[in-house]
């Protein structure tokens, strides 16, 4: 979907924002939005314009105003990984076994922070799991990028090369929407709970009543549904039994969410799905099909159902597992942000990740909304590789400096079981978090 204006009077978040409101069918943003100020995200792309269109997003789909936006405020909870203190001391959100490498020819990137992709990277390179960080690296070195991708690929581990953009494919995928939203005509159970007309400002709670069931891991999908529960809705995210999250990573995006464990090829995950007015799914689209939660299956099972869909690198790759990280580094992004032109960089935050999380979220806002005068299912899917390849088509400058500001008003404090949790707070202003519960620690019922 192409913009609908050239105006160079108008900010690329703003062209953005306008964009996304047409394709979800949202009301005209009140104010001024090309008039806002920059969230300080500074890079050579336009990161922060992408991150404030995304979290306007979600405040348009919610029916407040993106006029209300604080961009320090989105900026701080962009980079809530560095924000994040457990009992005063912030955790390591990297593992030795991610990052960047370089190799014989080129240069590649590794994202090991799960304990099995650090134990196939070793197995790969022929090392033992305790393997450290300067191991690591004298086993790549010698090895071409090509190789030690397939080697680690091979084995199950995560890695890419680090290569440059290429603008044709990012035109062809810049061609498609941003978000992938249809329409699955048919009849809505009497028994779903109906959504209420779009909200107005005086509604805080646009979502109460609503069930929605959280299938995603790490980033991206955490953020959707965080700030579904941020609107009211009732979320219960599921994880696998044997495959625990690292406790930083659920406690910077659980937030006001229950947390069970759950084989999803049980019953009782589809006595689940039967009750909820929304499902969110994070995992790859071939295991999706292993486990019997295709996205078609599952509205033709459950009429009504909203299905929002989350993958890396696209529906087209099914069997492609992948991170904000590795989309960077595989789309030019990371050779964009070189602080040396020799060196890959990264972005200013996990800009991907989070932007995805928010827009996904809109979508998911507006159809619960919409179901109280449309019957059918509704389906949206977003991809990160699609947003990198928006991201490389707005205008780019130099990064400049990192704007120093007091984080201390953007940042929310609970106990967790006794503990003391800093994350940060709300990018949409306006709401407050709930505490997020102990991965795991909830029943899987509603």
């Known amino acids: 979907m192409r913009p609908p204006t050239d105006d160079p009077a108008i900010s690329p978040g703003a062209a953005l924002l306008d964009r996304v409101r047409l394709l979800l069918d949202l009301p005209p943003a009140e104010g001024a939005p090309?008039?806002?100020?920059?969230?300080?995200?500074?890079?050579?792309?336009?990161?922060?314009?992408?991150?404030?269109?995304?979290?306007?997003?979600?405040?348009?789909?919610?029916?407040?105003?993106?006029a209300a936006i604080d961009p320090h405020r989105v900026a701080t909870a962009y980079r809530s990984d560095r924000m994040l203190a457990i009992d005063g001391v912030a955790p390591p959100v990297w593992s030795p076994y991610s990052g960047f490498w370089r190799t014989a020819d080129g240069w590649i990137r590794t994202h090991g922070n799960y304990p099995h992709h650090a134990t196939a990277l070793c197995a790969a390179l022929g090392m033992q799991d305790d393997a450290d960080a300067d191991a690591v690296r004298a086993a790549l070195g010698e090895r071409a990028t090509a190789e030690a991708v397939a080697a680690i690929t091979r084995a199950g581990g995560l890695a890419?090369?680090?290569?440059?953009?290429?603008?044709?494919?990012?035109?062809?995928?810049?061609?498609a929407p941003l978000l992938d939203v249809r329409h699955i005509t048919g009849p809505t159970p009497r028994?779903?709970?109906?959504?209420?007309?779009?909200?107005?400002?005086?509604?805080?709670?646009?979502?109460?009543?609503?069930?929605?069931?959280?299938l995603t891991r790490v980033i991206a999908g955490p953020v959707c549904t965080?700030?579904?529960?941020?609107?009211?809705?009732?979320?219960?995210?599921?994880?696998?039994?044997?495959?625990?999250?690292?406790?930083?990573?659920?406690?910077?995006?659980?937030?006001?969410?229950?947390?069970?464990?759950?084989?999803?090829?049980?019953?009782?995950?589809?006595e689940l799905l039967a009750a909820a007015d929304a499902v969110v799914l994070g995992y790859r689209p071939a295991a999706l099909d292993r486990l019997g939660l295709d996205p078609s299956a599952l509205a033709e099972r459950y009429p009504g159902l909203v299905i929002a869909q989350l993958s890396a690198w696209g529906t087209e790759h099914p069997d492609r597992a992948g991170f904000d990280s590795l989309v960077q580094a595989a789309s030019g992004i990371a050779l964009i942000e070189s602080p040396d032109g020799d060196r890959p960089g990264t972005l200013p935050a996990?800009?991907?990740?989070?932007?995805?999380?928010?827009?996904?979220a809109a979508a998911v806002t507006t159809q619960l909304l919409r179901r109280a005068r449309e019957d059918g299912s509704w389906y949206t899917a977003i991809s990160l590789r699609r947003i990198a390849a928006e991201l490389l088509g707005m205008p780019r400058g130099e990064p400049g400096d990192d704007v120093e500001f007091d984080v201390g008003p953007h940042l929310a404090r609970f106990e967790v079981e006794g503990r003391s949790l800093v994350t940060s707070r709300p990018a949409m202003t306006g709401l407050e978090f709930d505490a997020p519960h102990p991965w795991g620690s909830d029943q899987p019922i509603w």
Request: hydrophobic share 40%; proline share 9%; net charge neutral.
């Open 191 to 214: 028994y779903r709970r109906p959504a209420r007309a779009m909200p107005t400002h005086d509604d805080r709670l646009p979502l109460a009543g609503m069930r929605v069931l959280d």
């Open 350 to 360: 996990q800009a991907l990740d989070h932007s995805a999380g928010y827009l996904l």
């Open 160 to 175: 890419v090369a680090v290569t440059a953009e290429d603008p044709t494919t990012d035109r062809a995928l810049r061609d």
């Open 34 to 66: 090309d008039a806002h100020a920059a969230v300080p995200l500074p890079s050579r792309l336009a990161t922060g314009e992408l991150a404030w269109a995304s979290v306007a997003s979600a405040m348009l789909s919610a029916g407040r105003s993106p």
């Open 226 to 270: 965080r700030t579904l529960a941020l609107l009211g809705a009732d979320v219960l995210r599921i994880d696998p039994p044997n495959l625990p999250e690292p406790e930083w990573q659920h406690l910077d995006t659980g937030h006001g969410k229950r947390s069970a464990r759950l084989d999803a090829r049980t019953p009782q995950m589809h």
